[in-house]
């Protein structure tokens, strides 16, 4: 694909619930992040990827927070006990390895009600 | 952490006008990045900076790494209604030699027609 694609767009989901969210970086990044953006801020940093190993998981909240990226393309941020919040816009991103500059993907909405 | 501080906060200005943002640091980084924000998607690079002193160009947009390499300067020329947007100040956090981005929170910009 030309970018960075996640799905869902929008998630809706009951506190306590299980969610996963999806992101498929640019074709031949090797690099990911997770961010997570409130409500009139900038996007804070959750984790990155370098190929299959998350680098740097420093950002994640706490341990309801886990992220994968088994075959070094496709990256899924699971979150267990939703809580509500959590709410908030989930974006990923990408780079070459080594690369500063990062792609982002649209992001999924997630609302914990 | 590391923190930037963008200002002004907001801008209200006439289709046609020039416009300037920057962006502080209390600490030195090595790369800034700007991006633009429309709602409901992901952030958008405009422009990468990485050395001090650098001026760099992307149509009418024009960005400034500060000498002291703790701030940075973004000037749109020529204002059009399409330039509405959150415009976004980023670098690379904690020295990081990957892009672990610390984001600024952001200057909301609204053009009249």
């Known amino acids: 694909g030309a970018g960075v694609s996640q799905t869902p767009s929008n998630k809706v989901t009951e506190k306590g619930k299980y969610v996963e969210l999806r992101c498929d970086p640019i074709s031949g990044h090797t690099a990911l992040y997770w961010y997570r953006q409130s409500l009139g801020q900038g996007p804070e940093f959750l984790i990155y990827?370098?190929?299959?190993?998350?680098?740097?998981d420093s950002g994640l909240p706490n341990d309801r927070f886990f992220a994968v990226r088994p075959e070094g393309s496709v990256s899924t941020l699971k979150i267990q006990r939703t809580e509500r919040g959590d709410s908030a816009v989930y974006l990923c991103?990408?780079?070459?390895?080594?690369?500063?500059?990062?792609?982002f993907g649209p992001g999924t909405r997630l609302t914990v009600t | 952490g590391q923190q930037l501080n963008q200002s002004p906060q907001s801008m209200f200005i006439q289709e046609g006008e020039d416009v300037s943002m920057n962006c502080t640091s209390s600490?030195?980084?090595?790369?800034w990045l700007w991006y633009k924000q429309d709602p409901g998607e992901g952030p958008v690079l405009l422009i990468a900076l990485y050395k001090a002193g650098e001026l760099t160009s992307n149509g009418r947009l024009t960005a400034q790494f500060g000498i002291t390499r703790k701030d940075s300067f973004l000037n749109i020329s020529a204002s059009i209604p399409s330039d509405v947007g959150i415009y976004f100040c980023?670098?690379?956090?904690?020295?990081?030699?990957?892009?672990?981005?610390?984001f600024g929170q952001g200057t909301i910009l609204t053009v009249h027609p």
């Open positions: 600490s030195i980084f090595n790369t």
């Open positions: 980023a670098g690379p956090s904690g020295g990081t030699s990957y892009g672990k981005l610390t």
């Open positions: 991103a990408s780079s070459r390895q080594g690369g500063k500059e990062q792609y």
């Open positions: 990827f370098q190929g299959t190993g998350a680098a740097d």
